[in-house]
T-cell receptor, first 114, second 113 residues
Framework: DQQVKQNSPSLSVQEGRISILNCDYT??????FLWYKKYPAEGPTFLIS?????DKNEDGRFTVFLNKSAKHLSLHIVPSQPGDSAVYFC?????????????FGAGTILRVKS | GAGVSQTPSNKVTEKGKYVELRCDPI?????LYWYRQSLGQGPEFLIY????????DSGLPNDRFFAVRPEGSVSTLKIQRTERGDSAVYLC???????????FGPGTRLTVL
């Protein structure tokens, strides 16, 4: 039973355009959401997060949107750069759990073409 | 400063053998996590240490898996009687405490033949 789903295995975007990565979740007890980026042969690195009390969080080129009623969040990257090419994981934490006991989606491979 | 390091980077073993995977967290980080990433999947939580004690081991798949952190720093994940289904990348992560950001190591790729 996948509680966090990333339904697009891959996404290809032209440099300078917007990249939109989507994530859906099923557990209504999730109260904190994160995006991680992973390059080959490296561990995931934290990108951006959002609490369930907010619907938007922005950090430079990266914005995460949360729609609680739809149990959906998305990561927007504007403008996309070739160095953004990586695997992006959506992750969630349940309100009763310890801080970093996270449930991850399967990931979306982003390719930014120059 | 140095990040989270994991050794070995790759481990190939035969079915039924015992393996140990090591994690060196960032100095001063009290919280340490083990995750496992199977092919085509995201990382899956295994166990969490706060200091020397395992605060939550609910993600360990069965009793063949065991982890220790005897001095509150380095951790070892131990897998007995390995099975082919244990093949995955084992990721270690640390954080200052249980609430702050996770820093992941590069992982150990375990292949069980």
């Amino acid at each position: 039973d996948q509680q966090v789903k990333q339904n697009s295995p891959s996404l290809s975007v032209q440099e300078g355009r917007i990249s939109i990565l989507n994530c859906d979740y099923t557990n209504s007890m999730f109260d904190y959401f994160l995006w991680y980026k992973k390059y080959p042969a490296e561990g995931p690195t934290f990108l951006i997060s959002i609490s369930s009390i907010k619907d938007k969080n922005e950090d430079g080129r990266f914005t995460v949107f949360l729609n609680k009623s739809a149990k959906h969040l998305s990561l927007h990257i504007v403008p996309s750069q070739p160095g953004d090419s990586a695997v992006y994981f959506c992750a969630a934490r349940a309100v009763m759990e310890y801080g970093n006991k996270l449930v991850f989606g399967a990931g979306t491979i982003l390719r930014v073409k120059s | 400063g140095a990040g989270v390091s994991q050794t070995p980077s790759n481990k190939v073993t035969e079915k039924g053998k015992y393996v140990e995977l090591r994690c060196d967290p960032i100095s001063g980080h009290t919280a340490l996590y083990w995750y496992r990433q199977s092919l085509g999947q995201g990382p899956e939580f295994l166990i969490y240490f706060q200091g020397t004690g395992a605060a939550d081991d609910s993600g360990l798949p069965n009793d063949r898996f065991f982890a220790v952190r005897p001095e509150g720093s380095v951790s070892t994940l131990k897998i007995q009687r390995t099975e082919r289904g244990d093949s995955a990348v084992y990721l270690c992560a640390s954080s200052l405490d249980r609430e702050t950001r996770l820093f992941f190591g590069p992982g150990t790729r375990l292949t069980v033949l």
